[in-house]
């Protein structure tokens, strides 16, 4: 029986002993740790140098490549060096083959689990290889190096940097006075610097041992990336709230190898020297064994998704919540706002307000950021394209650093140019403008809000319902969507826009998908709007009169979904019996920790809403992108919501959510003027309740 020793700089209260059949051969395998004294390791090596047939040892790899260039370990170099017979490995070559491996599976098992992933390597020279692999994902990589070997308050911030201080830090360390290294301040400063680095970071990759000096602090909702994970140290990392372990190691025989131990026997098995086995020998040997890189849940299963999404001022308001503007705009002329309003259209994107506690059914967790560019409705419409897309592309390339995986774009920032196209192909990461989410919220809201007053006859199963639907804007990319699913539903549906050419290509397009359904189409919205049951304004007219609301009939359903409004508050105002909905807000499931966008807590605009879906859900791709939307996009951003816990938010208005109350009054008021318009005096409850009597 061949006889595999494993001597570790880990603990020694982790060590084992048994007897196993490896490739075919019997194997007595014993694991010792030496408390990371070096001084015990050697003298372990010399001992079993006549006793073992091959040695495992657990430290720093003896050498590693790093560019072009290969540096030997002197450390390792020297242990190596104390044996004489046995045949001794590292294990580096077949570290760096589980190493990736478990990345790459990782990365197809979950699905584009590190795409933006910040990340964060205690060591790039000895993770090197592994940090090639990890940059085809993400471009957001940190290295310790310079930090953990001399002290130096920095990261090293890309593959670039880190070849070049790999090829000269071997001279600084030669020089480098070892007391300066080891004093305390020198320790608590390298301490602060890295434990922020941590914090910042979603993946840190690290030796396991190095990671014991942490808490919950540094590690809680982390992603690990690590090797030799045994039972002790899994439930220490579930104690500090570690969210995810990545272990490239294999757990044989009921314990967890390292690759050092695991190497070791192979090479007691097939008699081989270390440097003979091939990358063939070890593809032969772990496709053999079955062998699989382990993903871990200490705390349960957690997936944390990353989003990013654009907003901006909607008015001049906007910017009186900054406190030295506030104070200003009091004692100064309208035309400071103005000059205001022109600045802030050119200054950088910032982040506003990082967003928590997204968490759906499924389990699946959301975090991202809500980034802001500085210009209103007024000024992004007064530029040409290029002037916003330079500023969504600046947003984009801030989204990436944060580690976002898709970013939205909110309000007037998704209707400029070619509405999305052009910022999807030039940015550094997908692109959705949400609108397929806020034709679904537009009709769903609708919907509920119709129910809700009870003034439609309610349909037989299969039929439509017995109204008059209207879309404004109907060619338009939110109004196009509204009035196809209208048309599957309504009775008659009107659709009104002044591209006369679109509207009657859109009429074709509906009927060859809904031949049964009624269709109507006007350049004027005032032309049939007497008669309207329900009202979806879709415009983008910043401002403009959409349409005479004192012409609507009273408990019409008017769905605002323009950013900003058609309906401002005070024509809402004028019509107390029709009911006015701004429509697209969404609630969100979970807790979610968020600054004020003008909506009730754990509620979205809609846009934002699918942005969040998609993020949830893992689709990281251009989604609604363009002015033409898919109704079955529509369709599946509606299954996809439902599935993560998406729920129509109280039908708001201009003034805040409608209350039952609020509907109960708006019903009544209508049910009266439609009374008064028809000549006959509605009846007092009381009279009413004395006629059923007599009845």
């Known amino acids: 029986m061949a006889t595999v020793v494993g001597i570790s700089l880990g603990a020694s209260d982790r060590d084992f002993a048994l007897a196993a059949r490896f490739l075919g051969r019997p194997l007595e395998i014993r694991r010792l740790g030496t408390d990371g004294s070096a001084a015990r390791a050697l003298k372990l090596l010399k001992h079993w140098d006549s006793r073992a047939d091959a040695i495992g040892l657990g430290v ?103 070849e070049l201080y790999a090829s000269g830090a071997h001279y600084v360390l030669d020089w480098t006075p070892e007391a300066l290294m080891a004093s305390a301040p020198a320790r608590k400063w390298t301490r602060y610097v890295l434990r922020q680095a941590m914090r910042d970071a979603s993946v840190i990759v690290a030796p ?54 695991l190497d070791a026997m192979i090479v ?64 100064s002329p309208p035309v400071f706002m103005d000059a205001v309003e022109k600045v802030m259209a050119y200054a950088p994107p910032f982040v506003y307000s990082k967003v928590t506690g997204i968490r759906s059914p499924t389990g699946v967790e ?54 999305g196209l052009t910022v999807a192909r030039r940015a550094p990461l997908p692109i959705t403008t949400g609108n397929s989410y806020s034709a679904s919220g537009a009709l769903w809201a609708a919907h509920d809000a119709v129910l809700k007053l009870g003034l439609v006859p309610k349909p037989k199963r299969g039929e439509k319902v017995a109204m008059k639907a209207m879309v404004v804007g109907a060619t338009g990319a939110i109004g196009s969507v509204c009035a196809r699913l209208l048309a ?18 859109l009429k074709e397009s509906i009927l060859a998908e809904t031949p049964d359904a009624k269709l109507f189409l006007s350049a004027r919205a005032d032309k049939d709007i007497a008669g309207m049951d329900m009202i979806v304004t879709a415009t983008s007219g910043a401002g403009k009169r959409i349409l005479d609301i004192t012409r609507v009939k009273p408990g019409c359903v008017i769905t605002d979904v323009a950013r900003p409004l058609d309906l401002p508050p005070d024509e809402v105002a004028k019509r107390p019996d029709v009911l006015v909905i701004e429509s697209g807000e969404i609630l ?71 209350t039952d109350a609020d509907i109960r009054r708006v019903r009544k008021l209508a049910l009266a003027a439609r009374a008064a318009a028809s000549g006959v005096p509605r009846a007092s409850p009381r009279r009413r309740s004395t006629a059923r009597r007599a009845r």
């Open 60 to 162: 720093v790899k003896d050498s590693y490549t790093v560019g072009s260039r290969q540096f030997v370990d002197k450390d390792s170099a020297r242990l190596k060096g104390a044996v004489l017979r046995a045949p001794v490995t590292t294990g580096g070559r077949l570290g760096d083959i589980l190493q990736e491996w478990a990345l790459r599976h990782v990365q197809g098992k979950l699905g584009d689990y590190f795409n933006n992933a910040n990340v964060l390597f205690f060591s790039g020279r000895t993770n090197y290889k592994l940090a090639l692999a990890m940059a085809e994902y993400t471009p957001n990589l940190l290295f310790a190096d310079a930090l953990m070997q001399l002290g130096i308050p920095k990261l090293i911030t890309s593959l670039g940097a880190l």
């Open 208 to 261: 396991v041992h190095e990671l014991d000096r942490f808490g919950a602090r540094d590690l809680a909702g982390k992603t690990i990336f690590t090797s030799t994970v045994n039972d002790a140290r899994l439930a220490a990392f579930k104690a500090k709230g570690v969210g995810t372990v990545i272990d490239g190691a294999p757990a044989l025989f009921g314990h967890v190898l390292d690759p050092s131990m």
């Open 268 to 331: 007691a098995a097939t008699g081989k020297a270390p440097e003979a086995i091939l990358e063939d020998d070890y593809l032969e040997i772990i496709t053999g064994l079955a062998l699989e890189p382990r993903i871990l849940y200490p705390n349960g299963f957690r997936r944390v998704n990353r989003f990013a999404f654009v907003i901006h001022p909607l008015s001049q308001e906007y910017f009186k919540n900054v406190k030295p503007i506030e104070l200003l705009s009091q004692v």
């Open 366 to 419: 959301a975090e991202g950021w809500l980034i802001s560019v500085g210009g209103t409705p007024g000024e992004i419409m007064g530029h040409g394209p290029e002037f916003t897309y330079r500023r969504l592309l600046d947003a984009a390339r801030i989204a990436r650093r944060l580690g976002a995986q898709i970013m939205g774009l909110g309000a007037f920032t998704k209707v400029v140019g070619d509405a």
């Open 488 to 505: 599957m539903v309504a009775d008659e549906v009107y659709m009104v826009s002044p591209e006369t050419a679109k509207l009657l290509s």
């Open 588 to 658: 969100l499931p979970g807790k979610v920790s968020m600054k004020n966008i003008g909506l009730p807590p754990n509620v979205a605009y809609a846009c934002l809403a699918e942005t969040i879906v998609l993020a949830l859900e893992g689709r990281f791709e251009n989604f609604t992108v363009g002015r033409s939307i898919e109704w079955e996009k529509v369709r599946e951003i509606y299954r996809l919501g439902r599935k993560h816990g998406m729920k129509l938010a109280a039908i708001s208005g201009v003034n805040g959510p409608f």
